[in-house]
């Protein structure tokens, strides 16, 4: 369903923006969104052919006027007639299914990565201080709850609300001891003070004796007042004795109850900061198991790695028929319903699919000879492989080749020597890598044309930036018509602006080595929009390199650093090809030595 002309969709987070790429028509863009799950909505723009995915829908984004009069925005639509008869149902029931995955025992269907079940459709999570309505409606991934406040769910807020109010509590209670033992101080110094007696005398003149007292709210005033002659100082002795003695005795009372409240005072102060104290080893001991209970699962959850394909022990039998098993396998690509495809490196080179959670493979075609890499054309779902040593690139299932007549030369832009690297745009159109002749070209979309994008005409060989040397994988930038090569032999990954045959070197280059910022045989390589990185794989380094854009060095984010091979879990031994979700929240590794493919998660 879309829009009316001048609208476009905006998302309520950065994180939300799957994919921005071009696309020939809306038609396109539409099909672009639907081969990714997590794709929901997204808005085309004829005139720039701009085609943008998003994670969202309406309840976590909105559409608003576009400053394009061509933008429009589609959305996918949800019904729950699309899972009366597969949630929850056996995995048959979901097999290709764009909402559902099978479940990580393998058994039933359930709602993919950041979407819940609310009792009838798959509906997306949603983010912090959105209003939800059950316990799993919030994104879990971002450590979101559903708070319940009066017994009923309210808003999503962050898991670790608790721990945060915990601290909270402890500085109030902190600030409110120091205020409350500085106030009480200060009432019993004010009441201890308070009694004041001022006597005033003199011979042939007034005597006046005042005493004013306070307590407790109280105020009691005695005011003698006396005028004597000389004659009568009889009678002013007797008076002022008198009134002095009824003065002793209203001031001892007034005395005997100011100790009796300051002792008063004194044991609530006492009781006060005991339950204080009581309290802060309570919220103490509270957080230390928190800490504990954090750090202890961070432990077990790390390092986020499991094997999807292949043997977990890194086992590389020389040859099996069994479809649990791979064979120093080459390329990896990954389907729009997440079915994994992998080109065995051994006889009879079978295209093997593995479908989500499920290590035992389907062998849907094979090869003359080992797949070095595969591709799956956005539009048509077809699965291109270049098959090294046939020096062609055969796709799936038409059986059809390019070349039409594969021959190993590199006498002119229509032969392929020694194919590696492919990538498809949305347009239809490939890109190949041919690593005997040094160079990368860009085939039409029914592959009757080729065009020299790098490298050199001559197939020579070259350091410099308009030579390549065994260039093996590569990637498209379409938002920015940037085409990036793994250089392997220099050691660099190297960006072409489409239309320029003069590259620039964005990493590596620093010669052959172990440094952050070397590389040593670069083999293949992803661009992250989420992160803006390049992800490479640095084959003989068994590592996997993170490497900002811009930056001058890259972090091993799998393998070793220090380009240790093994069969450990959190080791690889020659990682050849890389695929990379495009949430960027995990990356598949082909782990070729080891035989296997293991999944890391990134966020």
């Known amino acids: 369903m879309f829009s009316s002309a001048g609208y476009e969709f905006q998302s309520r987070h950065t994180i939300q923006l799957i994919l921005v790429t071009t696309a020939r028509s809306r038609i396109i863009c539409s099909a672009t969104c639907n081969e990714q799950p997590a794709c929901h909505t997204f808005d085309y723009d004829s005139a720039s052919g701009r085609c943008r995915l998003f994670e969202a829908d309406q309840t976590v984004g909105s559409i608003i006027a576009s400053t394009s009069l061509t933008s429009v925005v589609g959305n996918v639509l949800i019904s729950q007639s699309q899972f009366d008869h597969t949630y929850n149902q056996s995995c ?5 299914d764009r909402y559902q995955y099978c479940s990580i025992n393998g058994s039933t269907c359930q ?48 898991g670790f609300t608790s721990l945060t109010s915990t601290m909270i509590t402890t500085n109030h209670i902190n600030i409110i001891t120091a205020t409350t033992t500085a106030a009480i101080n200060a009432i019993a110094t004010t009441i201890t003070n308070t009694t004041a007696t001022n006597i005033s005398t003199g011979t042939n003149a007034s005597t006046s004796i005042a005493t004013t007292t306070t307590t407790t709210g109280t105020e009691i005033t005695t005011a003698i007042s006396i005028s004597t002659e000389t004659a009568a100082s009889t ?6 004795t008198t009134t002095g003695t009824e003065i002793t005795t ?33 919220i103490t001991t509270a957080i230390n198991k928190i800490t504990t209970a954090v750090t202890t699962a961070s432990t077990i959850i790390q390092p986020n790695i499991s094997t999807v394909a292949g043997f977990y022990n890194g086992s590389c039998p020389t040859s099996s028929a069994n479809l649990t098993v791979l064979h120093t396998q080459g390329g990896i690509a990954v389907s ?49 492989a270049t098959v090294f040593n046939q020096n062609s690139v055969v796709i799936w299932p038409s059986n059809r080749t390019i070349p039409k007549i594969p021959s190993p030369n590199c006498s002119d832009v229509l032969h392929l020597y020694k194919p590696t690297g492919i990538f498809i745009d949305s347009l239809g159109n490939i890109y190949i890598t041919s690593k ?34 065994t260039p093996y994988g590569l990637f498209v930038d379409e938002i920015h018509s940037l085409l990036y090569v793994t250089d392997a032999v220099n050691n660099r990954v190297q960006r072409f602006a489409l239309g320029n045959l003069t590259g620039v070197t964005v990493a590596g280059g620093n010669g052959v080595g172990t440094a952050s910022n070397q590389l040593n045989y670069p083999s293949a390589i992803h661009i992250s929009q989420r992160d803006n990185s390049y992800y490479i794989c640095d084959y003989y380094n068994n590592r996997i390199q993170r490497w900002a854009i811009g930056a001058t060095y ?9 380009g240790v091979a093994g069969n450990a879990l959190n080791l690889l031994n020659a990682p050849y090809d890389i695929w990379i979700d495009p949430n960027a929240t995990y990356m598949l590794i082909s782990d070729s030595s080891n035989c296997r493919v293991q999944k890391y998660l990134l966020y």
């Open 235 to 240: 009678s002013i002795a007797t008076t002022t």
């Open 111 to 158: 709602c993919r990565s950041h979407t819940f079940w609310n009792g009838s459709v798959c509906l997306l999570q949603l983010f912090e201080n959105d209003t939800c309505s059950q316990a799993d409606a919030c994104r879990t991934d971002f450590n979101l709850i559903c708070a319940i406040e009066n017994g009923q769910f309210s808003v999503c807020t962050s």
């Open 250 to 282: 209203a001031i001892n009372k007034i005395t005997t109850a100011i100790a009796t409240t300051d002792i008063e005072i004194t044991t609530a102060i006492d009781k006060t900061t005991s339950a204080i104290a009581t309290t802060h080893i309570e």
């Open 554 to 562: 890259g972090v091993t984010i799998a393998g070793s650093s220090t």
């Open 92 to 96: 048959e029931a979901c097999q290709e």
């Open 336 to 384: 729009k319903n997440g079915t994994l495809y992998v080109g065995d490196g051994a006889s009879p080179y079978a295209l093997l699919a593995f479908e989500p959670n499920n290590l035992t493979a389907k062998q849907i075609f094979t090869y003359s000879n080992w797949a070095a890499y595969l591709a799956i054309d956005p539009v048509t779902s077809s699965i291109y």
């Open 436 to 469: 005997w002749c040094n160079w990368v070209t860009k085939w039409n979309p029914n592959a009757t044309n080729a065009t020299l994008v790098a490298g050199s005409l001559t197939a020579a060989s070259g350091s410099d930036s308009q030579h390549l040397n």
